[in-house]
């Protein structure tokens, strides 16, 4: 059975820094597209980062230059780094894999197994 958990969230001030981690199980990570998905209210999900071997990693126009992702192989775990937070970046956040590129790194349909998201508020 496959299982994604994503952790890290929280309310962070704008400028601030949160580092999310998506831990999965059943699955590996070197094998799979996992990427990370926002939704704010009442918005649709996007697509904010991805990670696969052989290319360069995805990321969302809205946050080239403050986030960065990596992975952890032997941990089975990747991370999503977030430097200078604003509050549109309010959401929850989700991570997924998939085996496929599917309709692309950035959709989410293309994603087979998904996690639990957790909150990430960014305010004053």
């Known amino acids: 059975e496959v299982q994604l958990q994503a952790s890290g969230g929280g309310l962070v001030q704008p400028g601030g820094s949160l580092r999310l981690s998506c831990v999965a199980s059943?699955?590996?990570?070197?094998?799979?597209?996992i990427g990370w998905f926002r939704q704010a209210p009442g918005k649709e999900r996007e697509g904010v980062s991805c990670?696969?071997?052989?290319?360069?990693?995805y990321y969302a126009d809205s946050v080239k230059g403050r986030f960065t992702i990596s992975r952890d192989n032997p941990k089975n775990t990747v991370y999503l780094q977030m430097n200078s937070l604003k509050p549109e970046d309010t959401a929850i956040y989700y991570c997924?894999?998939?085996?496929?590129?599917?309709?692309?790194?950035?959709?989410?349909?293309?994603?087979?197994?998904w996690g639990r998201g957790t909150q990430v508020t960014v305010s004053s």
């Open positions: 997924a894999a998939s085996s496929t590129y599917g309709l692309g790194r950035s959709n989410p349909t293309t994603y087979n197994f």
């Open positions: 059943g699955v590996t990570f070197n094998d799979h597209y």
């Open positions: 990670i696969s071997n052989g290319v360069n990693p």
